[in-house]
């Protein structure tokens, strides 16, 4: 069995992008350059590694392309790079001038193990400004069935060629030229829609002011177009300076996120990093729109030609990823970036929430507080959609509804809350209704017997909801819904009269971890008024407790995440469920990728040291367990019945009416017994 710990195994496919130091007009020497950077290639365990255009002779040689030594000696340059290629694993994509029927194309020569699988020319010639190309070079012909004889073999010649690895589901691979990715229809799009997963672009492309944010934006917005990745590697030092200079800039990106950039003005500069093939399958088939412009694209991908290789990746050995994984997929690393985001998920909850009003023609909330994240978020949600409206928040009813296991700090800090915004804060002490339902039901709480049952639970939360829309009633109010998707995930709500239920839920569509981070970046910068700061900071710093069962003799409180497992874990498998359909393996891997004690990924700068943990393999399969069976196979007929409330983020809601629809009546089997195979693998 491949190795657990393989990244091949696991959907991913490793790319390299070198930008070698050039020896103009010198093909033998450079494509020993190649070669030695294929070798470090192969070192790395990459499955591709790609060179810049024209990167046997340089690009910059001008007239010297039409030599007829220089293209003898590249047509022996190559020759020699397809041989040295026999004993390395990687897909080697190196740039050469090919001759066909006394025409010369500027070509990608696409190589694997000792041959020359196609060549592909260049597309679009430019011929403005610096660019002469068409001087030289004859525009790339469609593939026709030609084989052309080129450095000692016959290969497929022609534009329109993918590569697929036989033996690795999703691995395909197109290639186009520089211009072809600044063309207003890029051959890339068809690519991807004939199966390509990875496109790579050998490119010139010389250094000019602001020009690298340029092709930047460029290769990260046609991988998302295409929805595959997209890996770009321009010409670098030792090119000819005679009036153009060349800065070797390497790129990786994937599903319109930038992955890794190399550094730019060194020799033989480059990136390695590692592309998830089987998520941009899988959001390829979520995407309809993808199949709509394939089948109406068919006319030209039909005309594609397939050209099958044997990859054998290493499965045998450790390979882990070199990618960082993102411990929290909600959440954004980069500070700048958390704030912008923070910000949009505040603004899209205030538009909801005030449409919802306006339409309703009520201008009053009722919402319960209980001095933990949730009620916290949608208090402020909902203050500041009053204010968008100018009504006053005076109209904001903020209920306590104390119960036989709240604290006086949790209290304490609901009631603070309520006064920073503003807002009119009342209480109702449940215990006394909670007493009387308990004992009509006969349940031994009501005898004096300290039994803490899930009917001892929901007699607090469904009188908490029952109050709260009886309020409603009572005051013309709306019922603002506190619950969050995460605990719609995991079912970790009373159903019906309880807090699974709402007029409206604005926060429907946040997980747990996106909650915490909005909460402290409303902190950190006073969005909910300098007068909340403190409280806020309190409420973050609190254990996250539903506070249905008393303390124990210890003074331990009910805690949630002890229950049904760690937020940022679970938040984590949520996003990878829905977003992409992974299953439990995959999952195991990312997580300890992202979580493990050998984690690459770096903590983002709001996780406070306290926060900074990991988590076992042992840890991550018994949560992981924990998710699949209450997803699965609990909780969908909640879900089945959740109130209206706005969707947030990319990953998606879990609304019936959006993005998830499931049975009710599922079984989890099926992937808690990945879980148990994987358990038996790994000795746990």
């Given at each position: 069995?491949?190795?657990?710990?393989?990244?091949?195994?696991?959907?991913?496919?490793?790319?390299?992008?070198?930008?070698?130091?050039?020896?103009?007009?010198?093909?033998?020497?450079?494509?020993?350059?190649?070669?030695?950077?294929?070798?470090e290639?192969?070192?790395?365990?990459?499955?591709?590694?790609?060179?810049?255009?024209l990167?046997?002779t340089?690009?910059?040689?001008?007239?010297l392309h039409?030599q007829?030594?220089?293209?003898?000696?590249?047509?022996?340059?190559s020759?020699?790079?397809?041989?040295?290629?026999?004993?390395?694993?990687?897909?080697?994509?190196?740039?050469?001038?090919?001759?066909?029927?006394?025409?010369?194309?500027?070509?990608?020569?696409?190589?694997?193990?000792?041959?020359?699988?196609g060549?592909?020319?260049?597309?679009?010639?430019?011929?403005?400004?610096?660019?002469?190309?068409?001087?030289?070079?004859?525009?790339?012909?469609?593939?026709?069935?030609?084989?052309?004889?080129?450095a000692?073999?016959?290969?497929?010649?022609?534009?329109?060629?993918?590569?697929?690895?036989?033996?690795?589901p999703?691995?395909?691979?197109?290639?186009?030229?520089?211009?072809?990715?600044?063309?207003?229809?890029?051959?890339?799009?068809?690519?991807?829609?004939?199966?390509?997963?990875?496109?790579?672009?050998?490119?010139?492309?010389?250094?000019?002011?602001?020009?690298?944010?340029?092709?930047?934006?460029?290769?990260?917005?046609?991988s998302?177009?295409?929805?595959?990745?997209?890996?770009?590697?321009?010409?670098?030092?030792?090119?000819?300076?005679?009036?153009?200079?060349?800065?070797?800039?390497?790129?990786?990106?994937?599903?319109?996120?930038?992955?890794?950039?190399g550094?730019?003005?060194?020799?033989?500069?480059?990136?390695?990093?590692?592309?998830?093939?089987?998520?941009?399958?899988?959001?390829?088939?979520?995407?309809?729109?993808?199949?709509?412009?394939?089948?109406?694209?068919?006319?030209?991908?039909?005309?594609?030609?397939?050209?099958?290789?044997?990859?054998?990746?290493?499965?045998?050995?450790?390979?882990?990823?070199?990618?960082?994984?993102?411990?929290?997929?909600?959440?954004?690393?980069?500070?700048?970036?958390?704030?912008?985001?923070?910000?949009?998920?505040?603004?899209?909850?205030?538009?909801?929430?005030?449409?919802?009003?306006?339409?309703?023609?009520?201008?009053?909330?009722?919402?319960?507080?209980?001095?933990?994240?949730?009620?916290?978020q949608?208090?402020?949600?909902?203050?500041?959609?009053?204010?968008?409206?100018?009504?006053?928040?005076?109209?904001?009813?903020?209920?306590?509804?104390?119960?036989?296991?709240?604290?006086?700090?949790?209290?304490?800090?609901?009631?603070?809350?309520?006064?920073?915004?503003?807002?009119?804060?009342?209480?109702?002490?449940?215990?006394?209704?909670?007493?009387r339902?308990?004992?009509?039901?006969?349940?031994?709480?009501?005898?004096?017997?300290?039994?803490?049952?899930?009917?001892?639970?929901?007699?607090?939360?469904?009188?908490?909801?029952?109050?709260?829309?009886?309020?409603?009633?009572?005051?013309?109010?709306?019922v603002?819904?506190?619950?969050d998707?995460?605990?719609?995930?995991?079912?970790?709500?009373?159903?019906?009269?309880?807090?699974?239920?709402s007029?409206?839920?604005?926060?429907?569509?946040?997980?747990?971890?996106?909650?915490?981070?909005?909460?402290?970046?409303a902190?950190?910068?006073g969005?909910?008024?300098?007068?909340?700061?403190?409280?806020?900071?309190?409420?973050?710093?609190?254990?996250i407790?539903?506070?249905?069962?008393?303390?124990?003799?210890?003074?331990?409180?009910?805690?949630?995440?002890?229950?049904?497992?760690?937020?940022?874990?679970?938040?984590?498998?949520?996003?990878?469920?829905?977003?992409y359909?992974?299953?439990?393996?995959?999952?195991?891997?990312?997580?300890?990728?992202?979580?493990?004690?050998?984690?690459?990924?770096?903590?983002p700068?709001?996780?406070?040291?306290?926060?900074?943990?990991?988590?076992?393999?042992?840890?991550?399969?018994?949560?992981?367990?924990?998710?699949?069976?209450?997803?699965?196979g609990?909780?969908?007929?909640?879900?089945?019945?959740?109130?209206?409330?706005?969707?947030?983020?990319?990953?998606?809601?879990?609304?019936?009416?959006?993005?998830?629809?499931?049975?009710?009546?599922?079984?989890?089997?099926?992937?808690?017994?990945?879980i148990?195979?994987?358990?038996?693998?790994?000795?746990?």
């Open positions: 069995m491949p190795a657990f710990h393989n990244l091949y195994r696991h959907g991913f496919v490793r790319v390299a992008a070198f930008a070698p130091h050039v020896a103009p007009g010198n093909p033998m020497e450079n494509a020993k350059r190649l070669n030695a950077l294929a070798r290639a192969d070192r790395r365990r990459a499955g591709i590694v790609l060179f810049p255009e990167s046997l340089g690009y910059a040689i001008d007239d039409h007829a030594l220089m293209l003898d000696a590249s047509e022996r340059a020759e020699a790079l397809i041989a040295a290629s026999a004993e390395l694993m990687p897909v080697i994509v190196a740039g050469a001038a090919v001759r066909v029927d006394h025409q010369l194309y500027n070509c990608a020569l696409i190589i694997h193990r000792g041959r020359l699988l060549i592909v020319p260049k597309t679009y010639l430019p011929n403005y400004r610096e660019f002469y190309e068409k001087r030289w070079f004859a525009e790339g012909r469609p593939y026709t069935g030609r084989h052309v004889r080129y000692g073999q016959d290969a497929p010649f022609g534009t329109g060629l993918l590569f697929e690895a036989e033996d690795m999703g691995f395909s691979l197109m290639a186009e030229i520089c211009e072809d990715l600044w063309a207003v229809h890029p051959p890339s799009l068809d690519g991807a829609l004939a199966g390509a997963s990875i496109m790579v672009n050998l490119s010139a492309s010389n250094a000019l002011i602001g020009k690298a944010r340029e092709r930047e934006a460029l290769v990260r917005v046609q998302q177009k295409t929805l595959g990745a997209y890996v770009f590697a321009a010409s670098g030092t030792g090119e000819s300076t005679t009036d153009l200079t060349w800065d070797g800039q390497t790129i990786a990106c994937e599903l319109g996120e930038t992955l890794a950039q550094p730019r003005f060194e020799d033989g500069s480059g990136l390695v990093t590692d592309i998830d093939v089987e998520r941009i399958v899988q959001d390829r088939l979520r995407f309809s729109t993808y199949r709509d412009s394939a089948r109406n694209a068919q006319d030209r991908i039909a005309k594609w030609h397939r050209i099958g290789f044997t990859f054998a990746p290493p499965l045998d050995e450790t390979l882990p990823l070199e990618r960082p994984v993102r411990r929290f997929p909600f959440v954004p690393s980069d500070p700048a970036r958390l704030d912008e985001d923070c910000h949009e998920a505040w603004s899209i909850q205030v538009e909801a929430l005030v449409q919802r009003l306006r339409s309703s023609g009520i201008s009053r909330a009722v919402i319960g507080i209980s001095g933990g994240l949730d009620s916290t949608a208090l402020i949600v909902t203050a500041r959609a009053f204010d968008r409206l100018g009504l006053a928040r005076k109209d904001i009813l903020a209920y306590t509804l104390p119960g036989f296991a709240t604290s006086d700090a949790t209290r304490q800090q609901a009631i603070e809350l309520a006064e920073a915004l503003d807002v009119t804060h009342r209480e109702i002490d449940i215990r006394p209704a909670a007493e339902m308990l004992s009509d039901l006969g349940h031994p709480f009501a005898q004096g017997r300290s039994e803490y049952d899930i009917t001892f639970e929901n007699v607090q939360a469904g009188l908490r909801t029952d109050y709260l829309f009886r309020a409603a009633n009572h005051e013309n109010a709306l603002i819904g506190t619950g998707l995460s605990e719609a995930a995991l079912g970790w709500c009373a159903y019906g009269v309880g807090d699974h239920m007029h409206y839920n604005v926060n429907a569509g946040l997980p747990k971890t996106l909650i915490q981070h909005l909460i402290a970046w902190a950190r910068t969005e909910a008024g300098r007068g909340a700061n403190a409280v806020l900071e309190r409420i973050l710093a609190t254990e407790s539903p506070e249905l069962v008393p303390a124990g003799a210890d003074g331990a409180m009910q805690s949630t995440q002890a229950r049904i497992g760690p937020y940022p874990l679970q938040d984590f498998t949520l996003h990878h469920v829905v977003r359909g992974f299953g439990p393996e995959k999952i195991a891997f990312l997580q300890e990728s992202a979580w493990g004690e050998a984690s690459r990924s770096d903590w700068d709001h996780v406070a040291e306290a926060d900074r943990r990991h988590y076992s393999m042992a840890e991550i399969l018994k949560w992981l367990r924990v998710f699949h069976a209450r997803f699965f609990q909780s969908q007929f909640k879900r089945s019945a959740v109130p209206n409330g706005p969707k947030l983020t990319s990953a998606g809601a879990l609304s019936p009416r959006g993005d998830w629809r499931m049975p009710s009546d599922m079984s989890a089997a099926l992937w808690l017994e990945a148990d195979r994987l358990e038996e693998e790994l000795g746990l």
